[in-house]
């Protein structure tokens, strides 16, 4: 037994599944340097969702987030969210390019580099897990966590100790939808401890109203380092909120040594600022209540927002159940995936589909093709025979690595963004959100002549 250590997710996770990642760097700014001062293990405070945040919505550069909060941030680790072959977009990209994108995310200031792949595809985080050692990062392999026939304890302690054989630093247990209930997080552990030699750290949802019991459990079973957020940002689709977390440890073997005070400054920040956020509509308070369909279903808080969305849209909110009833369904067909960014959007719309259309793959996604042909790895079962020739025909199924049919990228990328680029981080932008960059750095361009024409008329007066 030993003391737990602790992730603090308010930074990125916390806040990327209450408010759509809409936090900003000057929002975060003054109260760095107290997160700093609390102790925690590592602070997440990049990747996942908030690069492409900050572009889209807030107008900001995410490699200059980072390096604010490297700049404020001296004594605690940062961590980020990386989805492999992935990196942060929505597509495959080429080895180089996931090699160069490691090397700059270490080289502004992360430190541990939180690596997994939508359908547990080793193959997907090899480049991505070599880079990290080069670069000499902690790669933190993780597993993403789901229910189903193929997936067990000893799937998932398999599963790690192939990790630890592809060089990972430390396992992460990656329960996104909030599935992982008490008990069965203490066998998990149990199992998973008993495979390999690394420190294990457990990432959970409070989605279902589960988390803070199954953290605990866990922590009996020996887990070594767990997330959470700090209790203005947690619970509801959110982490575990720390400070409870810490207090119930007090005294115990597994006390984290965290000083309640410390967090108390903290907390008291986030306070006000959650009193703007639900004051804005930013926070809708919908997303705080105790969801259990997402045990019932297996469908994550944001593919569950993204559902109502896309049924708003169309006029036919009445059809949620059957969509909510649908989703398992195609997962099932398509091979038990994992339900997380992409394969929780691929599977969700097709189950929108097959509901709206009132025929089962009448009318089929481009993406959702694309997994049945194998274009983002092998999924956790075999898809039927009958279900692939349905989707896909008679064409060829992928069974190499996908990323093997991606040309080296950089090179083309460089010279179709010369004109934008300030720094070398903006090719790596300009390679993960082409559109979204391009509109980004027309603005920031616009931005800096104003800046240059402020300078010159007050040279002007000066001279004056």
């Not at 987030?65 to 597509?91: A, E, P």
């Not at 054989?165 to 998990?188: E, N």
């Amino acid at each position: 037994m030993a003391k737990v250590k602790i992730t603090e997710t308010v930074l990125r996770d916390s806040h990327q599944s209450l408010i759509a990642t809409r936090m900003t760097t000057e929002e975060m700014l003054p109260i760095l340097q107290a997160i700093d001062e609390v102790g925690y293990h590592s602070l997440e405070a990049w990747g996942g969702a908030t690069f492409d945040s900050c572009l889209r919505f807030l107008n900001e550069d995410p490699w200059e987030r980072l390096r604010t909060i490297r700049n404020n941030v001296k004594n605690t680790k940062l961590q980020m969210l990386f989805r492999g072959q992935n990196i942060l977009g929505y597509r495959h990209y080429a080895d180089d390019v996931v090699e160069y994108f490691v090397q700059k995310s270490i080289a502004n200031g992360i430190d541990i580099i939180r690596i997994f792949d939508a359908l547990n595809d080793l193959r997907n985080l090899k480049t991505a897990i070599n880079a990290t050692k080069k670069e000499g990062g902690h790669v933190q392999a993780a597993m993403s966590y789901t229910t189903g026939p193929v997936f067990g304890n000893e799937y998932f302690a398999n599963y790690a100790k192939e990790l630890e054989d592809m060089g990972a630093d430390s396992i992460c247990i990656k329960d996104m939808a909030g599935l992982l209930k008490p008990y069965d997080a203490y066998d998990l552990v149990k199992a998973i401890k008993s495979k390999v030699k690394l420190p294990v750290q457990l990432h959970t949802h409070y989605t279902a109203g589960l988390a803070s019991m199954t953290v605990l459990k866990a922590i009996e079973a020996g887990v070594d380092i767990i997330d959470t957020a700090i209790s203005p940002m947690a619970l509801g689709t959110s982490q575990p909120p720390t400070e409870p977390i810490v207090a119930t440890l007090q005294g115990t073997p597994f006390d984290t040594g965290l000083d309640l005070n410390k967090l108390d400054v903290v907390s008291k920040y986030f306070d006000t600022l959650r009193e703007k956020y639900l004051k804005s509509g930013l926070l809708d308070p919908k997303v705080m209540d105790v969801n259990i369909n997402a045990l019932l279903y297996q469908v994550p808080g944001g593919m569950l927002s993204n559902l109502v969305s896309q049924l708003k849209q169309a006029g036919k909110i009445d059809k949620l159940q059957a969509v909510l009833e649908e989703v398992p369904r195609v997962r099932e067909e398509v091979g038990y995936p994992p339900l997380v960014t992409p394969t929780s959007q691929i599977v969700g719309t097709q189950a929108v589909f097959n509901v709206l259309t009132g025929e089962r793959y009448k009318s089929v996604t481009k993406e959702f093709k694309a997994m049945v042909k194998g274009e983002y790895g092998k999924t956790p079962a075999p898809i039927s025979k009958e279900i692939t020739k349905k989707i896909i025909g008679d064409e060829p199924v992928i069974s190499h690595r996908p990323a093997d049919d991606i040309k080296p990228e950089l090179d083309t990328l460089r010279k179709a963004a010369a004109k934008y680029i300030e720094q070398d981080e903006d090719v790596l932008t300009f390679a993960l959100f082409e559109q979204v960059a391009t509109k980004f750095f027309e603005n920031r361009s616009i931005r800096n002549i104003s800046k240059d024409e402020a300078k010159y008329y007050v040279n002007i007066r000066e001279i004056n």
